[in-house]
């Protein structure tokens, strides 16, 4: 009979950690399926909302509710901004994280979060 484990590939992946403001994080290896439908539900609906709302909103539900809170009070909005895209093209854009190195960037400063895509 055909067996397949749908679990390995994120196990293989382990979690995503980082550190900013201090404070070390870990992440799931990817985002749950509620998490995914709810990128898709507000990406209809962000044309509705202010820009730091937007901001707010995206952060907070890929990193969650309690991380979003103490990462916005112990860090600065840039690296919270490099931080949001960081994890848009892991979560969203198909790129993960190999053996715990995370993929440079040449510089994301200049880049806005809110207006990259969230398909």
């Given amino acids: 009979m055909p067996e397949r484990d749908f679990d390995e590939a994120i196990r293989e992946r382990g979690p995503i950690k980082f550190t900013i403001g ?10 749950p399926a509620t998490k995914h439908l709810s990128v ?9 909302l202010e820009k730091d709302e937007r901001f ?3 952060f907070a539900l890929l990193v969650g509710e309690e991380n979003s809170k103490q990462i ?3 860090a600065e ?3 919270i901004s490099q931080l949001l895209l960081w994890l848009m ?7 993960r994280i190999r053996n715990g190195d995370a993929k440079e960037e040449a510089s994301t400063s200049d880049v806005d979060p809110l207006s990259a895509s969230i398909s």
């Fill in 56 to 58: 707010e909103f995206l």
């Fill in 40 to 48: 898709a539900r507000a990406n209809r609906e962000m044309s509705t």
């Fill in 77 to 79: 909005f840039e690296q």
């Fill in 22 to 31: 201090g404070s070390d994080y870990s992440l799931p290896a990817a985002l």
């Fill in 72 to 74: 916005m009070a112990t």
């Fill in 89 to 95: 093209e892991l979560y969203l854009g198909g790129e």
